[in-house]
């Protein structure tokens, strides 16, 4: 929110601080739970993913997004849980 508001400095700021997390293969790891209350793969997927579409809002930022959603497309496979929807919560 801050890179469309008065405070783009401090927005360029937290995305370059963000990228200073980015691991080599393009991964973010989080240091405790998401909102979704996922683990393992599925929160770095998460993290990586809300990292990415923060990336996406400033260009000088793309390729760090790019690497990014490579990690994430990296991550299907036969028993991936991008491929497996029954593994999602369903509503009450």
């Known amino acids: 929110a801050a890179m469309k508001t008065d405070r783009r400095q401090v927005g ?7 990228a200073g997390h980015q691991q080599d293969d393009g991964h973010l790891q989080a240091a405790e739970g998401t909102i979704t209350r ?10 990586t993913a809300l990292a990415a ?9 793309r390729a760090n997004a790019d690497k990014a959603v ?23």
Do not use: C, H, Y
């Not at 360029?12 to 963000?18: S, T």
């Open 12 to 18: 360029a700021e937290l995305l370059d601080r963000l």
């Open 38 to 47: 996922s683990g393992g793969v599925s929160m770095q997927i998460e993290t």
């Open 53 to 61: 579409l923060a990336w996406l809002t400033e260009p000088r930022m």
């Open 70 to 92: 490579e990690w994430i497309t990296a991550q299907g496979g036969e028993k991936s849980q991008l491929e497996q929807p029954d593994t999602l919560p369903t509503a009450p």
